[in-house]
């Protein structure tokens, strides 16, 4: 297990070579980047939400993952939807990270999700969301007005409603959550 | 006299979640809840305001907020 923790990442041409040779889109801001993967992914293609590489990082902190067979579909549909990408670039940096990355609290009667860098709480008799927190992005006291009290699955999604990165971060908190208490 | 609960030195969501352990036993009266982020003193305001209790004055001396809130 440990010998697996130490071991060396793939550089990124060992993980072209592996794989299927990947593109990223490059947006301006994280609403395009929410509006464009709702799009793609309602198309069947597959993609992934990432963090972009630190020399090609911009306004906004996320970047969408494709497979570069796919780029003219994928660029023909953003712009017939007119969702402006800024940069399409080939993967070569490894260094992309998921945005999917979870931790789960067990509080005895209340369970907290984190994604990224927003958490999400909620009572677990009632499935209320008790608590949002983290981020920085000025859409965080919105989105925690508008889930707090509300039952999960039952309020509004924050995918729905936030723009920003902890909006889109709290959406996989929630998605996580919902899956738990499915369990 | 009001209760106080003291969660200073606690990371969020831990002081939301002291608090509504306090009031739900509680029920109603007065609390005074000690908190020593902005973040807490956001996130317990929107909880206990959820509960259907009053935050009634908030106050702030050396980095740390000491949140009155009630209900009748």
Redesign the interface.
């Known amino acids: 297990m440990f010998r697996r923790f130490f071991q060396r990442k793939k550089p990124a041409k060992e993980q072209e070579r592996s794989g299927i040779p990947c593109g990223i889109l490059v947006f301006e801001n994280t609403s395009e980047v929410i509006r464009a993967e709702k799009l793609i992914k309602e198309q069947g293609f597959s993609i992934k939400v990432k963090g972009p590489p630190p020399q090609i990082r911009t306004g906004c902190d996320l970047v969408i993952e494709f497979q570069l067979i796919e780029q003219l579909n994928i660029k023909r549909l953003l712009e017939e939807n007119k969702v402006d990408v800024e940069k399409i670039l080939p993967v070569k940096d490894y260094l992309l990270k998921p945005v999917d990355l979870y931790s789960i609290k067990d509080?005895g009667?209340?369970l907290?999700v984190r994604a990224a860098n927003m958490?999400i709480?909620i009572?677990k008799a009632s499935r209320t969301v008790?608590?949002?927190?983290?981020g920085g992005c000025p859409d965080v006291?919105f989105l925690?007005?508008e889930l707090?009290?509300t039952k999960l699955g039952q309020g509004p999604s924050p995918r729905e409603m936030g723009h920003t990165l902890c909006g889109y971060a709290l959406e996989l908190a929630y998605e996580e959550m919902k899956r738990l208490c499915s369990q | 006299m009001s209760e106080v609960l003291d969660a200073k030195g606690f990371s969020c969501p831990q002081p939301v979640l002291m608090t509504l352990e306090k009031i739900k036993q509680l029920e109603k009266g007065e609390l005074v809840v000690k908190v020593d982020t902005q973040a807490s003193r956001e996130n317990v305001s929107r909880a206990v305001q959820k509960q259907g209790w009053t935050v009634r004055e908030i106050k702030e001396e050396n980095d740390e907020f000491s949140l009155v809130i009630n209900k009748e």
């Open positions: 509080y009667d209340y907290m958490k709480t009572d008790v608590n949002i927190s983290g006291p925690a007005r707090i009290g």
